[in-house]
């Protein structure tokens, strides 16, 4: 038996007017998702637990099978072990954005919580010049994919009050900046790099290439290293990861799974998605599990950008979901799982913590034909609702 994850990050949402009150998920062409939902079976899902903030840190861990409750210590840590950064057990890590503040009057807003979605090459210019004005024991900075880079506080303070800056767009960052023991340190941090980031040639670049710059970092996602228990000692399978980003990398990671890194696969709109579902086929001759994660619905709504939404779900849908059902079928038997991990409503242009929809086919040939597709209605429709996320993963498995 064969199982694979197709995890659309964000992909679920609310209905908009400029849709005609459908959600995306409705109003996009999604043949392959539409064909599962008609056939297997769909349901919802609450991935986030009660008390936890929607971040796909903890959304994704219940994907996977695992229990927040029990495992999670904060976003960056797992970051961190897919860049393989080892963390003492007194050392903090923290996410580290490259970001666009823009001053307003008296205030600075956070006008862009990617820089313009930087590219990996040029936030990797970046990190390395506040790395060596920042050179110590202290505080180490890693870099990572695109916006998205690390730091390690050596024996630093996790218990602050930090927020992701893709929850506050638009807004001043005076009240979000980190808050508790250790936040001046952090703050102090963060005012460096707009010193460095200003003065960089790099700025001057963007700026007259019409891009936006990265004037600053801005630390959250704070946490200590994670204990996971093996997922082939949970679960009995081996399996392999597919992602362009080192979070779900991570998870990953610290769950013992193989990690395939696939050319081209960017974490944004332009990723490789054909390359994606070839490697996960391929995958599946030597696991019997793999995960493949699309991060591209999640960040076209965190830009609040409807039609680059919709041509994610739609690339998601043909050049994700239709290669992999077509090619499961060289598999005596399969369980094919389609779902985001937390809703990313684009008017909202963050997560909410609302029940995901999911759909699980493994093959079966009856239609239903009262089930409009695959969205968030017909998924509320039906009876089956997981109260606890984690355990979706369990239905995948045993079906
Ligand atoms: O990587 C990130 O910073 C966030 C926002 O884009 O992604 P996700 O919402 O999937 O955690």
Redesign the pocket.
């Known amino acids: 038996m064969k199982h694979i994850v197709l995890l659309g990050?964000?992909m679920s949402d609310e209905k908009l007017p400029q849709l005609g009150n459908k959600t995306p998920l409705q109003a996009a062409n999604t043949p392959n998702m539409d064909f599962m939902a008609r056939r297997g079976k769909l349901g919802t899902a609450r991935t986030v637990p009660p008390g936890f903030s929607p971040?796909?840190?903890v959304a994704n861990l219940s994907v996977f099978g695992y229990n927040p409750q029990t495992c999670y210590s904060g976003?960056s840590p797992l970051e961190a072990a897919s860049m393989g950064v080892e963390l003492a057990p007194d050392d903090v890590a923290f996410?580290v954005?490259l970001v666009n503040l823009s001053p307003r009057g008296n205030r600075m807003i956070m006008q862009d919580?990617?820089a313009g979605h930087i590219s990996t090459e040029e936030g990797g210019e970046l990190i390395e010049a506040l790395k060596a004005e920042t050179a110590g024991d202290e505080f180490q900075f890693h870099p990572g994919v695109g916006?998205?880079h690390l730091l390690v506080w050596r024996g630093g303070k996790v218990d602050l009050i930090t927020v992701?800056?893709?929850d506050i767009t638009g807004k001043d960052i005076l009240p979000h900046l980190p808050q508790g023991e250790g936040a001046k340190r952090l703050i102090e941090l963060m005012n460096t790099s707009q010193m460095v980031f200003f003065n960089h040639p790099q700025y001057r670049k963007r700026v007259d290439a019409g891009k936006v710059p990265a004037n600053s970092i801005w630390l959250w996602g704070q946490g200590k290293r994670p204990t996971m228990v093996p997922f082939r000692q949970k679960f009995g399978l081996t399996g392999a990861v597919i992602s362009a980003?080192d979070?779900i990398r991570g998870i990953g990671v610290c769950a013992g799974l193989e990690i395939i890194k696939v050319p081209g696969a960017t974490?944004y709109i332009d990723t490789n998605y054909r390359g994606k579902a070839e490697a996960a086929l391929d995958a599946l001759e030597r696991h019997d599990f793999v995960y493949l994660h699309v991060?591209a619905p999640?960040?076209a709504s965190?830009s609040g950008n409807l039609e680059h939404k919709m041509k994610a779900i739609e690339d998601f849908d043909a050049q994700i979901v239709g290669p992999i059902l077509e090619g499961v079928k060289k598999f005596d038997s399969y369980r094919v799982l389609c779902t985001p991990?937390h809703p990313?409503p684009v008017a909202r242009m963050t997560?909410t913590s609302d029940p995901v929809p999911f759909v699980l086919y493994s093959g079966e040939n009856q239609e239903n034909p009262a089930v409009a597709g695959y969205d968030e209605d017909s998924a509320k429709a039906t009876s089956l609702e997981l109260k606890e996320g984690f355990r979706l993963m369990e239905m995948l498995l045993q079906g």
């Open positions: 990050d964000g971040g796909s840190d976003r996410r954005n919580y990617s916006y998205r992701p800056p893709h980003v979070l974490g991060e999640d960040e965190h991990d990313t997560h």
